[in-house]
């Protein structure tokens, strides 16, 4: 029987691109509902959007009835929810977007998912619930969640729903929490990307606080293969960390983008710090390893130079996404004179 899986935010960075390594299996058939937020773009599916198995709903998770409707409508058997706020720094601006989408949203789903006997739910969470680390240790699923930001307090209050549905009415949950993505169709607001478009326009590259902030980056190729293979094979009721196993300073990151794309380091501007900024992220991928024997498959200085060569070669997708509103949140976010 062809698994039917309800994506949602498939028109975003991640989704985009598990819908479109998955879409070639003709076992599958996945329908997307995604709202088309600043960050949603049909754009980055227009490759695939023929599929007969593809399938699209224009509609918010928060949407009971479309929620409902897509799922009977299409005998929906699994459900990954990727849909989210997914960038900090707008958390900080204005979290009652988050709240509405990563925590009320989820429950929509979850009441949806119960209603009709879904076989699998997987949120898509994050390292980030877990708070910061010091310079030393890793999160293991046993850390406890201790979020900092409005956008990392939105996620991790979902994962406690999710967890909840399990333990209370027995849904077939399974939770991710992956490290700092990267990769193509990435959304500019995203340190990578951001700083890939700044460099190629001899504009600042804004570097918060000391620039010695840490992230464990993973290709997104390497995340959507772990998120499928714990959508399949994956433990009810647990949850499996996903890392890069690619620790980095931000500033040797913004350093390394401006060496591949040969411009000075005299671009660097260090800023304001971010309010309640987490300090390291890293995380121990031993649980996904040695259960579902997953392995990453690209290295990092690999990846980066991937990434930097598809920007580079999608001059029209990032004029598309910068239009209209990205540049009033760009001038709230970094000032008038970017
Ligand atoms: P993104 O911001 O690029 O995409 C989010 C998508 O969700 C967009 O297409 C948007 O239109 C859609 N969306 C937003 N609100 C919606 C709503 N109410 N209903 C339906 N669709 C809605 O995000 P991303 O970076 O692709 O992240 C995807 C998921 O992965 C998120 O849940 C995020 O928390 C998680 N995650 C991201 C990273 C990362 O590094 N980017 C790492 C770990 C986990
Ligand atoms: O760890 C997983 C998380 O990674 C995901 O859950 C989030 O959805 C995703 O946005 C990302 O969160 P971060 O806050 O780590 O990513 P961001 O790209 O915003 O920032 C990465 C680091 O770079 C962080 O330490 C802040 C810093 N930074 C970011 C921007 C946008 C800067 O120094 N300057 C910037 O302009």
Known sequence: MAERILITGGAGFIGS?????????PDIEIVNIDALTYAGNLGNLSDIEHQTNYHFVKGSIGDEALVRKTIGDYEINGIINFAAESHVDRSILNSKPFIDTNVAGTLTLLDAAREFNINRFLQVSTDEVYGSLGADGLFTEETPVSPNSPYSASKASADHLVQ???ETYGLPTVITRCSNNYG????????IPLMILNAL???DLPVYGDGLNVRDWIHVEDHCEAIYLIFAQGRDGDVY??????ERTNIEIVKLLLS??????????????????????????????TTLRWNRRIAFEEGIRQTVDWYLASPQWC????SGGYMDYYTLQYGASE
């Open 319 to 322: 004029d598309s996404v910068r």
């Open 241 to 246: 960390n996903i890392g890069g196993n690619a």
């Open 164 to 166: 909840a549905y399990h």
């Open 201 to 203: 326009e001899d504009k």
């Open 260 to 289: 591949i794309l040969g411009k000075p380091e005299s671009l660097i501007k260090f800023v304001k710090d971010r309010p309640g900024h987490d300090r390291r992220y890293a995380i121990d991928s031993a649980k996904i390893e």
């Open 17 to 25: 691109n598990f819908i479109r390594k998955f879409i070639g299996r």
């Open 184 to 191: 193509p169709f990435q959304f500019p607001e995203k340190l």
